[in-house]
Every structure is written in C-alpha cells, then in structure tokens.
C-alpha cells in the first residue's frame, strides 16, 4: 500500500496527481473525512465490487456518495423539502436519502430506490472532488465488526489481510464525533432516519411547512 500525506494544502497539491490515477484507473483510496477515515471509489461498477470485497461483501448494504453540490447528481429527484435541506446545512454533518431513478448509479450505491448522498466540510474531501470532477464514494474504514480507523495505525489494522492495492491519504489523527443525520427525501415530509449531529427540531423546522428557520 502507498501512503501519501495528507494534512496541509501542500500535501493535498502534491497528492493529487497520485489521487487522479489511482481512482481513474477504478483504483481505491483510504482518505480522512469529517468523522472517520472512509474508503471510496469513483461510480464504476468494477471498482465498486472490489471495494465491496473490501468491506467483507456488503451485499446488503449500498455505499454514501459524496457530492460538491446537487449540481453534480442532478438525475436524483432532488425534491424541495432536500433542496432546502442541502442549502441550510451543506456542507456539513447531514446524508440526505433521495430517489434515483433507474439507471442513474449503479447498484452498489443504491437502497430500494433511493441513493445517500452528502457534501463534506472536510478540506481533503472538497480537494478530491474538485480535482476529479464527479462523485466519490464513501464507506467508514473499518472491517466487519471492528470500529472505523482514526489514525494510521487503525487504517493499516483495517487492511491488513487485503491484497487490494490502496492509496491512503494520511491526515492525522481524527478526533472522534458522532455520525452525520441521515433523512429520507423520498418521502414527503421527509422522515428523519438518524438524528446524528445535528438535532431533529433542527432538520423539521426546515422542511415542515409553516415551521421553516433560517
């Protein structure tokens, strides 16, 4: 495995040409987030079973993906409850589940019908997703079972028994935070599925008519 740092906006620079090539050849990457470290690909199907593979199989679950803005999926059905959502609190700690129609995304990313996504505030996020232009998909790094990494030395007991080549970014140690809110857009009203960070009066009072903030 390659290890590249990751912390400052030097290291993401000199980084990224490495970052390129390895997720347009459909290669992984172990890279830091807001929460966790998170293992991703490109939304190429390929790429998307190794990093099944990664995970231990995952066939009953489907991976976040990570947008700049809903400019970048706008084939999902991006209702007005979602699109008020996504301005109040993007970027930052909320997964927004949305309908996506047939043939949008592959499987992989796909629940019953709907996909989550979310735009990250994490500065090595953003710098990935500007340098390759379109989605990035996110799992926590972490095998089956065992807690998702914080720092190097849990990424490395991640990957341990895997042959899969992977490209860590190596941005320090994370300190630990409770998970991003997760609501269902499918839906109306929306249904809150994982209060997370941000607290459910919050979310309802922006997406419940009559009791709208900000």
């Known amino acids: 495995m390659q290890i590249l740092p990751f912390s400052t906006e030097q290291e993401r620079n000199t980084a990224m040409p490495a970052v390129l090539r390895q997720l347009e050849a459909g290669g992984l990457l172990a890279y830091p987030t807001e929460t966790v470290y998170g293992f991703g690909s490109l939304l190429i199907p390929d790429a998307l079973e190794r990093l099944a593979a990664l995970k231990g199989g995952r066939a009953d ?36 589940a949305l309908r996506a129609p047939d043939d949008v995304v592959p499987a992989r990313v796909k629940s019953g019908e709907t996909v989550a996504v979310r735009v990250s505030p994490h500065s090595g996020v953003s710098a990935i997703l500007d340098a390759i232009r379109q989605p990035l998909t996110s799992t926590s790094a972490n095998r089956p079972g065992e807690p998702p990494a914080l720092n190097m030395d849990q990424l490395k007991h991640a990957l341990r028994d895997t042959k899969e080549s992977v490209l860590i ?7 630990a935070s409770p998970p991003s809110s ?22 309802r009072g922006i997406f419940e008519p009559g009791n709208r903030s900000g």
Do not use: N
């Not at 084939?75 to 979602?82: D, G, I, K, P, V």
């Open 182 to 203: 997760l609501v269902d857009c499918s839906v109306e009203p929306p249904r809150i599925l994982r209060e997370g960070v941000l607290p459910a009066d919050s979310l």
């Open 61 to 96: 679950k489907a991976f976040l993906i990570l947008i700049r803005s809903p400019r970048d999926l706008p084939q999902l059905e991006w209702t007005t409850s979602a699109r008020r959502l996504a301005e109040h609190f993007w970027p930052g700690p909320l997964t927004l």
């Open 169 to 175: 970014l190596d941005g320090g140690e994370l300190p």
